[in-house]
């Protein structure tokens, strides 16, 4: 699936950082803005322990997991939406991602410079957004003057677009985003045409102190970020992330990681929550195969019917698909091997509108 989150933020709030930390590509980092210009896109493996259970179950030769896509887009200012900075360039860069990634400074450290000269998360959250709804708005009175003239004709799919333009409009003046409004299923197929910024869906990173990795919420930065949050974007998730430190925990070797995981009283590193946490952002959902030459994990969008999840592994999968031989993981889990999973009758064969659940674990017929 290429689908790509795109991590946002204002200049020196540890975007790069982060970004380094998930993918281990060294982007360039700099204290001072725009140390990144043109947005660095890089793959990560997503972490999943079923694989490891189902690798124990149906030995396979190897492991392949998923693997998803971020993209490093450069610091926004205000004014950006007016071309301050590098303002059109930086929002034509988020408009072409899926999903955003907020990355909000919440540490104070003297020797990081920020651009308003103070560590005030609220203010940099509201910054971006308006910067992001003043974009939409934009490209909203330009489409509207274009929609109103074909809607004079009485053409039906223009004055369906140009009731949601209206729909629009009056919620991107209040400095709110696309995502706090209500769209029936028409109406969405509108909106994704439109592109606009705020329609795309949200996760917000606390980047904390070191000190703060074992409890985020006891940070006062990140309790002002979960408020505002839950305020003006309630449907979006808070996860607190130490970048910098995040960044070198990906560096240490399994031993020295898990030492240092146990030091800190942390469970996991927390890059791996937020890998989970963009991949599931985005409705997307992991099936697997097992068995024979790999294990693998497949990435999948979430309501996708068996015939296409098949298509993603090979083409002809789909174009001669007969039936799916489906286990959940749960189940696979539970009795412990394909054979009693079999006696115990959870053994699944599904057809063509058999609508793919997350940890499923599928062999597919088909007949070319």
């Given at each position: 699936m290429s689908l790509t989150a795109g991590i946002v933020g204002l200049p020196n709030v540890g975007k790069s950082t982060l970004f380094n930390a998930i993918t281990k590509a060294g982007a360039e980092m700099a204290n001072y803005p725009f140390a990144t210009i043109d947005p660095n896109v890089g793959m990560v493996e997503v972490p999943d322990a079923r694989l490891a259970r189902i690798q124990e179950i149906v030995p396979a030769k190897k492991i392949v997991p998923t693997t998803f896509e971020f993209t490093d887009i450069a610091g926004i200012v205000k004014g950006a939406s007016k071309g301050e900075g590098l303002g059109n360039k930086f929002l034509e860069n988020i408009r072409q991602v899926d999903a955003i990634v907020h990355v909000v400074r919440a540490f104070d450290?003297?020797?990081?410079?920020?651009?308003?000269?103070?560590?005030?998360?609220?203010?940099?959250?509201?910054?971006?957004?308006?910067?992001?709804?003043?974009?939409?708005?934009?490209?909203?009175?330009?489409?509207?003057?274009k929609v109103q003239r074909a809607a004079k004709s009485r053409d039906?799919?223009?004055?369906?677009?140009?009731?949601?333009?209206?729909?629009?409009?009056?919620?991107?003046?209040?400095?709110?985003?696309?995502?706090?409004?209500?769209?029936?299923?028409?109406?969405?197929?509108?909106?994704?045409?439109?592109?606009?910024?705020?329609?795309?869906?949200?996760?917000?990173?606390?980047?904390?102190?070191?000190?703060?990795?074992?409890?985020?919420?006891?940070?006062?930065?990140?309790?002002?970020?979960?408020?505002?949050?839950?305020?003006?974007?309630?449907?979006?998730?808070?996860?607190?992330?130490?970048?910098?430190?995040?960044?070198?925990?990906?560096?240490?070797?399994?031993?020295?990681?898990?030492?240092?995981l146990e030091a800190e009283g942390i469970e996991e590193p927390g890059l791996n929550r937020l890998i989970r946490a963009s991949y599931k952002l985005l409705g997307l959902e992991t099936f697997f195969t097992a068995g024979g030459p790999e294990t693998r994990a497949w990435t999948f969008k979430r309501g996708m019917k068996a015939p296409q999840c098949a298509g993603i592994i090979h083409s002809d999968f789909e174009r001669g698909f007969i039936r799916a031989e489906t286990v959940s993981y749960t189940d696979l889990d539970k009795y412990g091997s394909m054979q009693a999973v079999r006696e115990a009758g959870k053994l699944r064969l599904e057809g063509k509108d058999y609508v793919v659940q997350d940890g499923d674990i599928i062999e597919f017929r088909f007949n070319v």
């Open positions: 450290d003297d020797n990081i410079t920020t651009v308003s000269g103070k560590v005030d998360p609220v203010e940099d959250i509201q910054t971006i957004n308006l910067e992001l709804s003043i974009a939409d708005l934009d490209a909203v009175n330009k489409r509207l003057g039906k799919d223009a004055l369906a677009e140009l009731a949601v333009l209206e729909k629009i409009k009056p919620v991107l003046e209040a400095g709110k985003s696309v995502r706090s409004i209500e769209f029936d299923d028409d109406e969405q197929k509108i909106v994704r045409g439109l592109f606009l910024l705020t329609s795309k869906p949200v996760l917000y990173v606390a980047n904390i102190a070191e000190d703060d990795m074992a409890d985020p919420e006891g940070s006062k930065y990140y309790q002002e970020i979960e408020q505002c949050v839950a305020r003006d974007d309630p449907d979006a998730q808070v996860l607190g992330i130490s970048a910098e430190t995040e960044e070198e925990i990906a560096e240490l070797d399994d031993a020295d990681k898990k030492d240092f």
